[in-house]
C-alpha cells in the first residue's frame, strides 16, 4: 500500500539519504522540506501519512510546532529521527506528538523497520530512547506487576508468547516487523522485571491472562 511521506530536515544529505532509501522500498515522498514553513505547507496541501522530522535541525521547528503539527493533522503520525537527546528531550517529544523516535546512528534496516510501524500506527524507539521511556515509566509504576501496566499491544505480544510462538511468528499474526517485536518483548520484560520468554510465559500463567 502506498504511503505519503514527507521528510522534514535541514540537513541536505539526510534529506536526500531518506529519499533514495524510501523510494527504493516503495514509499511516496510528497515533500522534502528544509524548515518550518515548507513543512507546514506540505502538510496543508496533501494527505500525509507519516513526517519524518529532525526538529533539531529544522529551522526554528521548536517541540511546541510539533503539538501544532498534530492538531492540524491528527492523522499524521511523526517519527524524529534526530542526534543524540537527553532524557528530558526525548520524553517531552512523546508527550506532544512524536509517535516514533530513532537517533541518527541507527541503521538502515531500523529506519526501515521504525518508519512501517510509524506508518501504521505503531509506536517505535531504538533501545537508547527506548531505555530513556522506561525510565520514566518505571518511576511511576505501582509496586505489583499486574497486567494494566502494559499497554494493549505489549499484551498481544504477551498472549502470543504464552502460546509459545517465535518472535517471527508473533510479527506475522500481529503484521509487525520483527525488529518491533523484539522492542516490545525487550519493553514488557523491563516493565515486569523479567529476564526471559519463559518468565513472561510464566506470568501469563499466574495472572490468568487469556490467550485467545
Known amino acids: 500500500m502506498s504511503r505519503n511521506v514527507v521528510i522534514a530536515d535541514a540537513q541536505f544529505i539526510v534529506r536526500h539519504g531518506l529519499y533514495d532509501l524510501l523510494r527504493k522500498n516503495g514509499y511516496e515522498i510528497t515533500e522534502?522540506?528544509?524548515n518550518k514553513n515548507e513543512t507546514f505547507s506540505a502538510i496543508s496541501q496533501s494527505v500525509i501519512d507519516v513526517l519524518i522530522l529532525d526538529y533539531n535541525?529544522?529551522?526554528?521547528?521548536?517541540l511546541e510546532e510539533v503539538a501544532e503539527v498534530k492538531s492540524l493533522s491528527p492523522d499524521t503520525n511523526i517519527i524524529a529521527i534526530t542526534d543524540y537527546s537527553n532524557k528530558t528531550e526525548v520524553l517531552r517529544a512523546?508527550?506532544?506528538g512524536v509517535l516514533s523516535f530513532l537517533?541518527?546512528?541507527?541503521?538502515?534496516?531500523?529506519?526501515?523497520?521504525?518508519?512501517?510501524?510509524?506508518s501504521k500506527g505503531e509506536k517505535f524507539f531504538c533501545n537508547r530512547v527506548l531505555d530513556f521511556i522506561l525510565e520514566g515509566q518505571i518511576e511511576k509504576l505501582p509496586t505489583n506487576c499486574k497486567p494494566s501496566i502494559l499497554s494493549s499491544r505489549e499484551m498481544d505480544v504477551v498472549k502470543c508468547m504464552s502460546r509459545g510462538l517465535k518472535a517471527k511468528d508473533i510479527a506475522d499474526?500481529?503484521?509487525?516487523?520483527?525488529?518491533t517485536i523484539y522492542?516490545?518483548?525487550?519493553?514488557?520484560?523491563?516493565?515486569l522485571n523479567l529476564k526471559s520468554s519463559a518468565e513472561v510465559i510464566l506470568y501469563a500463567l499466574n495472572e490468568g491472562i487469556s490467550t485467545t
Open 183 to 191: 522492542t516490545h518483548q525487550k519493553n514488557i520484560m523491563k516493565k
Open 103 to 118: 537517533t541518527k546512528d541507527c541503521d538502515k534496516r531500523e529506519i526501515l523497520d521504525a518508519i512501517e510501524a510509524t
Open 32 to 34: 522534502m522540506c528544509e
Open 173 to 179: 499474526e500481529l503484521d509487525l516487523s520483527i525488529h
Open 57 to 62: 535541525k529544522v529551522e526554528e521547528f521548536s
Open 94 to 96: 512523546i508527550e506532544v
